[in-house]
């Protein structure tokens, strides 16, 4: 059929059943159907796909459709098949089918059956494909998920390089390049390398204003946090991603224990499992999938009401692409991320065994992430500028649908700090990257910029005035702002914009908001990790704290060996009033529970019944137990008096993870005998030196006592000291 005859919306009708195109897709359509090169950024939930599938089942000959995920071909060839008579109309050609399938493609092919055949790259590469492939007639060439073809992708794929070659020998062929995410990077990357600068762009809006975006700092509670917010999104499906496969189980486990309707997914499980975890999502049969980013390609699920990422993804894109599968019906999609910057370090350390280039753009991508998650400006706003896209935050649609937006942080004048920023850049010859100008500001040096002898100019050190962190977050205003840009050639080098010029001339006001402060450490992070998302009852607190101090001294012994702080702060939080469910609040274990609980428990009760309070049941998290095995292996190997460096080693730990390991389980109420071990390291004077200090002090923090012994012990030697007291004393 030519495309002049086609009735695009009858045709729309006939196979789709839609009445009218959405968005692009018209425009799309007749760019393919007129056998042009056409290039699509459309986001996640734009109706991409419909674009090469209209055209392809009006055409004559068959389209070839480039795909990197076997799942999501399956997924569309089942689509296309449901909209026709034949199932031959659509096909998948990959290396899970028998000679026997291979023969009936082939034959679907050469009769004219076939409209859409979909294919991995790598089975692109098989000589005997192309060579068939050679003698039929071609449609068009639609690569999906085109990112794959660009290193600077969230999801490079090297075999996605090659394409353009292979298609150069199906002949003079129509090329369709499809993405769901592409930075102004990226694009230019997959038009240079598919030689198609010629091509029809079509570029649809990345704003999902239907779409909140929220970001919380990553506490050692966070597992409370996420069951908290499922259960005030009750009946909803959720997706919770996370990087690792253990991260996966654990979370899915915790979910599960907690009561939550929760089903795992990742690439660890077989494919049966996995299909049917999916099945079961899909159906409603579970209302919540922690996966890693595995899942969800192709999964058009339009009621998803949340995406929890449980880690920070690696990029931008990824990001993007994951939380743009919430709210696809155009309804409720809260995104909720947890950021931690140890997380960031972690990614960090997995590409050092990389190639330098690699690592090069995995760090500047991680860099974004970690802008987005820091920055305090609006994160609509944030997100399509890294896209190529001006959104106003002021009257853009969705534009107060951001934790940013809507608790807005301090902001302070920073006029003149933007121009010694922009004058600095121009100073410095717009050679460097963000860090190269921080430190020019800052008076720091490195052999780059020694290199360039930038730390003998008079302009060297002149921001001193302000921290590293002031004009980082500067930087990264400035350039959402659009006084500067990151020069695409030589990626993440920082370069003053017209508009930058025109400020340096002629300043105005500049509002820099002040960043996020996201810190987690020690105990204290949790005690104000669930004040923010609850407060602990103070009252109740006091009085907790009056029977400690009772029970303490009946028992002769510091108040912090019955129960610790943050203990104390979970039960006036999650008001247990029974032994049992004392052993679900933070650092009490069954036995301590068992021992000292009794008194404790009795009195929230009567607290409770006496105040008419309502007790927040979904704040008692239950423990999986996911990680008895490891407390499990620590106490029996303890028991037969091993050397903790073995125990360390053999469960992939250090002394410091085993040290917390240790911790948690005596201050939970269990025994660890380690005088064989403490024997070792000190003498019986030293031993009893510290035993004495602990049975003395108010507190057990190792801090006050590295100051009390002034340097005659270090930090590993008094904990594992208090963790002999605590057991012998407490347990």
């Not at 007129?34 to 699509?40: I, K």
């Not at 510091?558 to 052993?583: C, H, I, N, R, W």
């Not at 006592?705 to 590993?716: M, N, P, S």
């Amino acid at each position: 059929m030519k495309s002049t005859e086609i009735d695009l919306h009858k045709e729309l009708k006939k196979y789709f059943g839609f009445n009218k195109f959405k968005g692009l897709q018209e425009g799309v359509v007749t760019s393919i159907i007129s056998g042009q090169n056409t290039f699509v950024i459309m986001p996640t939930g734009g109706g991409k796909s419909l674009c090469y599938q209209l055209p392809a089942l009006v055409l004559n000959g068959t389209a070839i459709v480039v795909s990197p995920l076997i799942a999501l071909m399956k997924n569309q060839v089942d689509a296309i098949r449901s909209l026709s008579s034949e199932a031959g109309v659509a096909h998948v050609l990959n290396s899970s089918l028998t000679k026997t399938e291979i023969n009936q493609v082939k034959t679907d092919i050469t009769s004219g059956l076939t409209k859409l055949l979909y294919v991995a790259p790598e089975s692109l590469t098989k000589e005997e494909y192309v060579s068939f492939l050679k003698g039929v007639e071609i449609s068009f060439v639609a690569i999906d998920e085109a990112h794959c073809i660009s290193e600077w992708g969230h999801d490079f794929r090297p075999e996605y390089r090659n394409l353009r070659n292979i298609i150069r020998q199906l002949g003079d062929v129509p090329i369709i390049g499809l993405t769901a995410t592409a930075t102004p990077k990226v694009q230019e990357d997959i038009l240079k390398n598919l030689e198609m600068s010629n091509a029809k762009t079509f570029k649809a809006s990345f704003n999902r204003a239907n779409l909140y975006y929220e970001v919380r700092p990553k506490t050692k509670n966070v597992e409370s946090d996420i069951i908290r917010f499922i259960r005030q999104h009750k009946d909803k499906s959720g997706v919770i991603y996370c990087l690792s496969r253990k991260k996966v189980e654990e979370i899915a486990q915790v979910l599960q224990v907690n009561g939550v309707s929760a089903v795992p997914y990742h690439a660890g499980l077989d494919a049966k499992t996995r299909a049917k975890h999916q099945d079961m999502f899909l159906m409603e049969d579970v209302d919540v999938v922690v996966a890693t980013i595995a899942f969800g390609m192709g999964i058009d699920k339009p009621d998803v009401r949340f995406v929890i990422h449980h880690d920070i993804p690696k990029s931008l894109e990824s990001y993007y692409q994951e939380t743009g599968r919430a709210g696809r019906d155009g309804g409720e999609g809260h995104c909720l991320a947890y950021y931690a910057y140890k997380d960031i370090e972690k990614l960090e350390k997995f590409m050092s065994g990389k190639p330098i280039a690699e690592q090069e753009i995995g760090y500047a991508l991680l860099q974004e992430v970690v802008a987005y998650a820091e920055t305090s400006m609006s994160r609509r706003k944030f997100l399509l500028h890294y896209f190529g896209e001006e959104f106003d935050s002021e009257t853009g649609e969705g534009a107060d649908m951001d934790d940013n937006v809507r608790n807005p942080k301090n902001k302070v004048e920073a006029k003149d700090q933007v121009v010694v920023l922009l004058q600095t850049i121009k100073d410095t010859r717009q050679l460097y990257k963000s860090k190269e100008i921080v430190f020019t500001l800052t008076g720091k040096t490195n052999a780059v910029i020694k290199s360039h002898r930038t730390d003998v100019q008079p302009f060297f050190g002149k921001g001193k005035a302000f921290d590293e962190k002031y004009w980082m977050a500067l930087i990264r205003q400035t350039l959402v702002a659009g006084y500067l840009s990151k020069d695409i050639e030589s990626y993440g080098v920082v370069k003053v914009t017209s508009r930058g010029e025109a400020f340096m001339k002629n300043p105005e006001s500049f509002m820099m908001s002040g960043d996020h402060e996201y810190s987690e450490s020690n105990d204290a992070a949790i005690v104000t990790a669930s004040k923010s998302t609850g407060t602990a009852d103070e009252v109740l607190t006091g009085m907790l704290k009056d029977l400690r101090k009772k029970v303490a001294k009946k028992l002769g012994v510091p108040p912090f060996v019955v129960f610790q702080d943050p203990s104390l702060e979970d039960m006036a939080l999650k008001y247990p009033v029974t032994v049992e469910e004392l052993g679900g609040v933070h650092g009490v274990g069954e036995n301590k529970a068992k021992k000292y609980g009794k008194e404790f428990a009795a009195l929230i009760a009567n607290y409770v019944k006496e105040n008419d309070i309502m007790r927040p049941d979904d704040l008692v998290v239950k423990s999986t137990g996911a990680n008895s095995g490891l407390k499990l292996y620590v106490i029996q190997n303890i028991d037969r008096k091993l050397s903790l460096n073995d125990i360390s080693k053999a469960k992939g730990l250090d002394m410091e993870g085993l040290l917390r390991e240790m911790e948690q389980i005596v201050y939970s109420g269990t025994r660890l005998n380690i005088k064989y071990w403490i024997d070792e390291i000190l003498d019986e004077d030293q031993q009893e030196e510290i035993q004495d200090y602990f049975m003395e002090s108010e507190s057990d923090s190792i801090t006050d006592a590295l100051e009390e012994f002034d340097g005659d012990y270090d930090t590993e030697e008094l904990r594992l000291m208090r963790i002999k007291f605590i057991s012998e004393v407490a347990n």
